[in-house]
């Protein structure tokens, strides 16, 4: 089973920027795809923000937050990253970060929503307020 654990959480102002970190461990298939979610205060169900192919690198991202957002993954330390950009008030939500094993080369454009990642970390709070 993979394990995920997510860091680099906190409060933070409109406008500023954030970067959060999913360090994975236990990974014994070929590929994986790794995504980050959130769940925002009072909504039911996580959104989808972007997904990551560990072995290509290839990504995908919602509409939402295309252009402020970038993922990005460091094979070497099994960590899978979350640059945010332009942060906002909506932004507030918990971050999680998922993982399936998937076939080398799988299209990751495939791979956006919850239903599909067998395997969860906790989450860490991001809050955006001033």
């Known amino acids: 089973q993979v394990q995920l654990v997510e860091s680099g959480g906190g409060l933070v102002r409109p406008g500023d920027r954030l970067s959060l970190s999913c360090a994975v461990s236990g990974l014994t298939a070929e590929n994986y795809g790794i995504a980050w979610f959130r769940q925002s205060p009072g909504k039911d169900g996580r959104e989808w923000l972007s997904t990551i192919g560990l072995d290509d690198g290839n990504n995908n991202y919602a509409d939402l937050v295309k252009g402020r957002f970038t993922i990005a993954r460091d094979n070497a330390a099994n960590t899978v990253y979350l640059q945010m950009n332009s942060l906002e008030p909506e932004d507030t939500a918990v971050y999680y970060c998922?993982?399936?094993?998937?076939?080398?080369?799988?299209?990751?454009?495939?791979?956006?929503?919850?239903?599909?990642?067998?395997?969860w970390g906790r989450g860490t709070q991001v809050t955006v307020s001033s």
């Open positions: 998922a993982a399936v094993a998937i076939s080398p080369k799988w299209p990751v454009v495939s791979l956006f929503w919850e239903g599909q990642f067998n395997d």
